[in-house]
């Protein structure tokens, strides 16, 4: 019979022995869990190239399977030096949307030195707002995301409540893991350049001829369809030949691309605005009559000849102005071929008329 000391021995191998497997369980868990993850990332990817549906996707699979109070990713606008705030959870008051870099002191700390950032006691002060509960006091593990380019595109940040601070194996998971999710949205985000050069204009940023073309026999179907109308504006800036040999090509380009940026301002998001070519422009507004399409051409016109009566850009001590033809569906023709036509011959009778006016009918015309 075994003594109580050989017992105790016995007890003590069999508690160490216990542990041990439970650490090499957890272990393995935390293991397992990493790869689930990793390999949810890569398969979201294959099935989508939307942004915003990957970050919704991975957002869910970190909620259902990362040890963490609360996560928001960033993605950076390196032009405008402003960030989106695209995807988050546990957060109560938090708005998906653009803040200013300025006005998020870690985030800009981590974008800055593009080094991941851990801290502990951190509040939200720069974003009035923290995770769901009453103590606003956390530890933050964010993460910068690097193009194969290392170029930066945005943060990962994760956070725990107050003395959950995060271990070194954790970090590395998460670093890991912000690697991955920086991959998956370079990836997404070539492929929106890619389909985006196929549809926009280089120079505006606006659709091109070739996607118009596309779109103008849909909106066309629609409208047949609705038994709505569809009204169209043919845009051309005056005198464009003398504005490029009077300021060049350079200040040419600046004037197409404050006209696009006015037009843009002045339509609704339904209307489609594309650059039809040189310095034409076209405009397709849905569910529009004619007369409306008249006060929205001669809206447009006049904005445009009053941005540039208050700057240089003076020809021949004239304003740079537009001239608009415009044509209706069903009221003018049922193809585009139709309706482009007779929108044009109105845009070339509204210069022969002495430019910087909106024709719609021959026998009409109005003027600033």
């Known amino acids: 019979m075994a003594s109580p000391t050989d017992l105790q021995q016995e007890f003590e191998a069999l508690s160490k022995k216990y542990h041990e497997i439970e650490a090499v369980n957890r272990e393995l868990s935390d293991k397992l869990t990493e790869l689930y993850i990793l390999y949810n990332i890569s398969h979201i990817l294959s099935t989508t190239f939307n942004i915003s549906q990957i970050l919704k996707s991975i957002f869910q699979l970190f909620k259902n399977s990362l040890h963490v109070d ?139 001829r070739r996607h118009f073309n596309q779109t103008f026999l849909t909106e066309i179907k629609r409208a047949e369809r609705y038994k709505r109308n569809l009204s169209i504006l043919m845009i051309d800036i005056d005198d464009f030949k003398k504005i490029n040999d009077t300021f060049g090509h350079l200040k040419g380009d600046e004037i197409l691309r404050a006209i696009t940026e006015i037009m843009k301002e002045n339509l609704r998001k339904a209307d489609i605005l594309s650059r039809y070519g040189g310095e034409e422009f076209v405009v397709l507004l849905p569910e529009t009559p004619l007369n409306n399409g008249v006060r929205v051409g001669n809206k447009l016109r006049k904005k445009v000849q009053k941005n540039f009566r208050t700057t240089n850009y003076q020809i021949d001590h004239h304003d740079v102005t537009i001239s608009i033809g415009i044509s209706n569906f069903p009221l003018d023709g049922y193809s585009p071929n139709k309706l482009l036509e007779t929108a044009d011959q109105r845009l070339y009778r509204a210069k022969s008329l002495g430019k910087n006016k909106t024709i719609a009918l021959e026998e009409t015309f109005e003027k600033a």
């Open 70 to 208: 609360s996560a928001q990713l960033f993605l950076l606008e390196p032009l405008r030096k402003e960030l989106q705030l695209s995807e988050k959870y546990g957060f109560s008051k938090l708005k998906s949307g653009k803040v200013l870099i300025p006005d998020t002191k870690l985030v800009e700390r981590i974008i800055l030195t593009q080094n991941p950032l851990v801290m502990s006691d951190v509040t939200f002060t720069g974003l009035n707002d923290h995770p769901k509960g009453q103590n606003p006091y956390f530890t933050l593990a964010g993460f910068p995301l690097l193009t194969g380019e290392k170029q930066i595109i945005g943060t990962l940040s994760f956070f725990r409540g107050t003395n959950q601070n995060f271990m070194r194996s954790e970090f590395d998971f998460l670093k890991r893991i912000s690697e991955e999710v920086a991959t998956c949205i370079d990836r997404a985000l070539l492929f929106r350049r890619t389909h985006e050069s196929t549809i926009l204009d280089e120079l505006t940023g606006i659709y091109n």
